[in-house]
């Protein structure tokens, strides 16, 4: 059997596949990577069957800055709206996704950084993307900008006390998570390098805080590969019956 062929957009070099990565490579398949930040340009969506696209210390709305996301927001379009492609969506990636489809995203009221609970909502205690996930998750956050309207049809799977939609499904194929399933032990350490992320983490949890988060994400890397590969296996079977 062919294996469907995937295509990745990243923002940063720490935030790559990260967990998923090795669960992609176990049934055979070697996603296409493009570093939109580095430069990388979008292929012909037409030689792919699904898309992910990750996260990054950019914001939805900074396209002066980086004038890129408007090709990747117009190539998210392309491929939920008018391919009905297969799609995933990490934290900038969740959230492109409800910009790119008519929604809206601003500025976080409550910045939300380190491990916390997520809480499926009703539709997301049925979604089969979350089946054999607990109603009630540990996650890794780090965001200061959430969506703020749905767009049009789209559905809440999930929330927090501080964040009103923290996953969406856009269409029959198309899914969005505000939290970081991807992040390995690592790649935290990797992004707490970046000037942009250090920032945010001190002024939240302080030096003394972030030394705990990094301690209690390597002491619960267990739990949450075993929670990525459940969401990793539901997506592909929902996506592709595999």
């Known amino acids: 059997m062919q294996m469907p062929r995937i295509l990745v957009f990243q923002h940063c070099p720490p935030e790559h596949l990260g967990r998923f990565a090795p669960l992609f490579a176990a049934r055979g398949i070697a996603p296409v990577t493009v570093e939109l ?3 990388g340009q979008i292929p012909d969506l037409a030689g792919f069957d699904g898309l992910w696209v ?5 914001q939805v709305w900074q396209e002066d800055d980086h004038p890129w996301l408007r090709a990747e927001k117009a190539a998210i379009r392309e491929a939920v709206q008018e391919r009905g492609m297969a799609f995933m969506g990490l934290c900038l990636g969740h959230q492109l ?3 790119a489809t008519g929604g809206r995203v601003g500025p976080s009221a409550t910045p939300e950084v380190g491990i ?3 809480e499926l909502t009703k539709a997301g205690r049925g979604a089969a993307l979350f089946a054999g996930l607990s109603p009630v998750m540990s996650c890794v956050q780090g965001h200061g900008a959430e969506v703020a309207e749905l767009p049009e049809g789209a559905v809440s799977l999930a929330k927090s006390p501080s964040c009103g939609v923290q996953a969406i499904q ?9 939290f970081h399933m991807e992040l390995t032990p690592d790649m935290i350490d990797a992004c707490l390098e970046l000037p942009e992320y250090k920032a945010d983490f001190d002024a939240m949890l302080g030096p003394e805080g972030v030394a705990a988060f990094l301690a ?3 002491a619960q890397a267990g739990m949450f590969d075993a929670d990525a590969k ?3 296996d539901n ?3 929902l996506s592709f019956g595999l």
Do not use: I, T
Not at 54 to 58: D, E, F, I, R, S
Not at 170 to 178: K, L, T, W, Y
């Open 170 to 178: 856009v269409g029959d194929r198309a899914f969005g998570v505000q």
């Open 116 to 118: 916390l609970s997520v």
């Open 37 to 39: 930040d580095q430069g």
């Open 54 to 58: 990750l996260g990054g210390p950019q």
């Open 230 to 232: 459940r969401l990793f």
């Open 216 to 218: 209690a994400n390597r």
């Open 97 to 99: 996704l409800a910009e």
């Open 235 to 237: 997506w592909m079977a």
